[in-house]
């Protein structure tokens, strides 16, 4: 299906049958690296909970085709099966049981073609009690304990800024696929991916999670503060706030001598870790008072060139206006046949001979139908009879 994309993931056909956000990031990872991706929607559908000619749809679906299927018809479901004869993977993040009612489930497909490699993204989990509830990335954000740890001490619980358990999910997803793939070269056979937004905002706790799991210890909200290395965390200065971070004895003493305090490194209240994290708030207080007598950029010069991790604070607009931010090509450009020139978020990797570029804008719904249904055998007759009957 379609010519050669050049990256380094051409010779993989992807079928897209996923909405929202966690199955289109999915999808997104293997477009940008040049997997030959067609986007199946249903005809007629717009946005979903994105609109089309939005920011976010267009960031999330770009590098790919798009053609119309009503999965609802034999006729729709016949040509669903045409790409999968021909696919490599497909990715879906339906209610586990809609896929069943439209017989497009791992094992009806897996009959048609034994090398897919099927990847399923859900809200809680393909079984299990929570199985059929429907998903969304706050309620797994509550519910797998990041709000928990989230936001000033006795706050209450605070929701990340980003759809950080949807994203997860979608990147976790990616590298399952990847993973299937590779395995696919030694046994022949295609399997069923799957990962769900609770799974991934579990497994993004990471050393929180272990916190528990090993010290039996429940971390709460601890703010701008590192909940374990201390002193990391926000401090004022004469015109902003600046993030420094100095957790261990070397970096500590680094600190006290760029802010040329070496009163606080000799206190014995500061004397290791453990008691600079009971004596925290003090601690960052004797901090603030320092950092408040200058400008957030003299006091990210002069700790960066003491070898203490420091920064601003940025706004989204000051991100891409940063000069290291730019350097990487963290946004990249494309122009959309209709909606002009954009700009849009470029892939956090680099590789020495892999790129990947944003070849295509996010397409229109079915703009590409007729060209991919002619490269599946289907004639201008057969074609005008499918979409006569609202099959496409």
């Known amino acids: 299906m379609t010519a050669d994309t050049g990256g380094a993931l051409a010779r993989f056909f992807v079928i897209d049958l996923t909405r929202v956000r966690a199955g289109p990031t999915a999808v997104r990872q293997l477009a940008d690296w040049g997997a030959r991706v067609v986007k199946v929607e249903a005809p007629g559908a717009g946005g979903g909970f994105h609109a089309r000619d939005g920011s976010d749809f267009?960031?999330?679906?770009?590098?790919?085709?798009?053609?119309?299927?009503?999965?609802?018809?034999?006729?729709?479901?016949?040509?669903?099966?045409?790409?999968?004869?021909?696919?490599?993977?497909?990715?879906?993040?339906y209610r586990p049981d809609v896929k069943f009612r439209l017989g497009i489930d791992y094992e009806s497909l897996r009959a048609r073609n034994p090398r897919l490699v099927y990847a399923s993204i859900s809200g809680f989990g393909q079984d299990g009690p929570y199985a059929k509830r429907p998903g969304f990335d706050q309620v797994a954000q509550g519910m797998g304990g990041l709000m928990s740890v989230t936001g000033l001490p006795g706050q209450g619980p605070v929701r990340a800024g980003i759809p950080i358990a949807d994203l997860g999910a979608g990147l976790y997803c990616a590298l399952g696929i990847l993973t299937a793939l590779l395995e696919r070269e030694s046994s022949g056979q295609g399997q069923w991916v799957q990962t769900s937004l609770l799974q991934a905002?579990?497994?993004?706790?990471?050393?929180?999670?272990?916190?528990?799991?090993?010290?039996?210890?429940?971390?709460?909200?601890?703010?701008?503060d590192h909940p374990t290395s201390i002193p990391t965390g926000v401090f004022p200065t004469r015109d902003g706030h600046i993030n420094i971070a100095s957790g261990g004895e070397a970096i500590w003493r680094r600190l006290c001598e760029a802010l040329e305090a070496p009163t606080l490194a000799d206190d014995?209240?500061?004397?290791?870790?453990?008691?600079?994290?009971?004596?925290?708030?003090?601690?960052?207080?004797?901090?603030?008072?320092?950092?408040?007598?200058?400008?957030a950029a003299h006091w990210i010069g002069i700790l960066n060139a003491a070898g203490v991790p420091c920064g601003p604070i940025n706004r989204i607009d000051a991100v891409f206006a940063d000069p290291q931010v730019?350097?990487?090509?963290?946004?990249?450009?494309?122009?959309?046949?209709?909606?002009?020139?954009?700009?849009?978020?470029?892939?956090p990797i680099r590789m020495t001979r892999s790129a990947s570029p944003i070849r295509s804008a996010t397409p229109s719904l079915g703009e590409h139908t007729d060209e991919i249904l002619a490269e599946l055998g289907y004639d201008a007759g057969q074609i005008a009879s499918l979409r006569e009957r609202g099959a496409i």
Request: net charge positive.
């Open 201 to 224: 905002q579990v497994a993004l706790l990471d050393f929180q999670a272990a916190r528990w799991l090993i010290d039996g210890e429940v971390p709460a909200q601890a703010g701008n």
């Open 326 to 347: 730019q350097h990487l090509e963290m946004a990249r450009e494309i122009v959309h046949p209709r909606l002009g020139a954009q700009r849009l978020v470029g892939q």
């Open 58 to 93: 267009q960031n999330l679906h770009r590098n790919k085709r798009a053609m119309t299927i009503d999965l609802k018809t034999d006729e729709g479901r016949d040509v669903l099966m045409r790409l999968v004869e021909r696919a490599d993977v497909l990715v879906e993040n």
């Open 268 to 295: 014995a209240r500061y004397a290791d870790g453990r008691l600079r994290s009971q004596n925290r708030q003090a601690l960052n207080a004797e901090i603030s008072a320092i950092t408040r007598t200058n400008t």
